[in-house]
């Protein structure tokens, strides 16, 4: 815990989806610094919780990334898991970001909201912001954000619909760091912490 009273001031956000969406990547990205362990692989990368903070706009952010817990190796200590994620986020309110990949939205992640509440509780969707990773392949395919959201698989609009259209696109790039994408989550963090 931080010295100082950091009520309504202060937010955990929360990192979840599946293994190779980018969420350890959009951690640091969030973070501006490299904290969390980012790489290709075809098992999982990150197999524990981990917490690191910074300040952002002069609110004090904590930022627990997670293992992808409905994975099938995960699944046996997904408690555990949950368990470990609350306890990292004990002081001030949670902001879930569900992390998908831009370009390939899987079978898999259907069902994800409805696993993120059986896990964490019925208003999971209340508190959570959708994070799409690898913005520059829209910008390859010419796609602005708000059409691929227009245009995406219905499953996806739904998940998106559920969670009332709160969503941000990053590319989590070293030169990346510079730009707006953090600013817009916050802005949209903010506005549910009002
Ligand atoms: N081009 C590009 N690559 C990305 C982006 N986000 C993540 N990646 C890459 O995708 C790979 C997986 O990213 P991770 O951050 O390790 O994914 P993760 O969700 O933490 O994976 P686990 O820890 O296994 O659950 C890495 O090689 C990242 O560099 C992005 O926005 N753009
Ligand atoms: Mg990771």
């Known amino acids: 815990m931080m010295e100082g009273n950091h009520s309504g001031t202060e937010v955990n956000l929360v990192l979840l989806g599946m293994t190779g969406t980018g969420k350890s990547a959009s951690g640091n990205t969030i973070l501006g610094k490299k904290e969390f362990i980012s790489r290709v692989r075809s098992n999982l990368v990150t197999t524990e919780c981990q917490e690191a903070e910074t300040v952002i706009n002069g609110r004090h952010v904590r ?12 699944k046996s200590s997904i408690k555990e898991h949950v368990g470990n994620c609350k306890d990292l986020s004990q002081s001030g309110p949670c902001v879930y970001l ?18 993120l509440e059986t896990a964490f509780g019925s208003k999971v969707r209340e508190q959570t912001v959708i994070l799409f990773t690898r913005g520059k392949d829209l910008e390859q395919g010419e796609m602005s954000f708000k059409s691929f959201l227009d ?6 609009k739904t998940i998106v619909e559920k969670c009332r259209g709160r969503c941000v696109v990053f590319e ?16 949209i963090v903010d506005g549910m912490l009002k």
């Open 98 to 115: 569900l992390v998908m990949h831009v370009s390939r939205f899987t079978d898999g992640e259907r069902d994800t909201l409805e696993m």
């Open 172 to 187: 989590n790039h070293a030169s990346a760091s510079g730009s707006d994408q953090v600013e817009k989550l916050m802005q």
């Open 63 to 74: 930022v627990i990334d997670t293992p992808d817990i409905f994975d099938d190796e995960m």
């Open 151 to 156: 245009q995406c698989q219905p499953d996806l």
